[in-house]
């Protein structure tokens, strides 16, 4: 495994978010994006964009075999 794989810049940028906004951050970017009409803030489409920066191969989700 190499160590992008272990360091998800996705899930580092959310703590981030969350540490800043006291566990709010997605409340407000969905505030905001209600507010500019639209139906999403795009959070965790780009959480998952994020972490495949630096993961290549990395999945978001639970498969059932």
């Known amino acids: 495994m190499r160590l992008g794989c272990k360091i ?3 899930d580092m940028l959310e ?3 969350t540490l800043i906004t006291f ?3 997605k ?3 969905m505030w905001v994006a ?4 639209y139906q999403s803030c795009g959070c965790e489409e780009r959480r998952i964009w994020l ?3 630096t993961c290549k191969n990395y999945e978001d ?3 059932l075999y």
Request: aromatic share 0%.
């Open 15 to 17: 703590g981030l978010i």
């Open 8 to 10: 998800k810049l996705g």
């Open 23 to 25: 566990g709010n951050g």
């Open 61 to 63: 989700g639970i498969k």
């Open 51 to 53: 972490n495949q920066l």
């Open 27 to 29: 409340d407000i970017a």
């Open 34 to 37: 209600k507010k500019l009409g």
